[in-house]
């Protein structure tokens, strides 16, 4: 059973009121990256609720849009991503996501 993300947790750019509806979506892109791996010890329920909210800055910054993209660039943090760069929300969302999990062996191993 994956750990629940709550506000405590949550340090990003926008109110947890603001990012709180699209926890599902968080969650779920989170799941693509770490398959069936489930957080086990501190260090992974961390390394997860880190990845959970950075999926969320990242569909904060395209506007919540799940991935429907719009024309112009995105602003996340000091990364700005122009349309056509980059690989758009997909990629960001991957690239966040990797990040926060990097070094926890929470990444699934069967991902390239």
Known sequence: ???????????GA?????????LGAAVAAVRE???F????GEAQVEAYKAAVCAALDVDAAYGFSGG????????LGSLTIEQGQGGG???AMDRAVR??????GLLYQ???
């Not at 429907?68 to 602003?75: D, F, L, T």
């Not at 990040?99 to 926890?104: Q, V």
């Open 33 to 35: 990256v770490i398959g």
């Open 1 to 11: 059973m994956l750990p629940e993300v709550e506000s405590a947790d949550y340090h």
């Open 99 to 104: 990040r926060a999990l990097s070094g926890s």
């Open 110 to 112: 069967g991902l390239g």
């Open 68 to 75: 429907i993209e719009a024309s112009g660039s995105v602003r």
């Open 14 to 22: 926008n109110t947890w009121d603001d990012v709180r509806p699209h």
């Open 89 to 91: 929300y997909d990629a």
């Open 37 to 40: 791996n489930e957080p086990e």
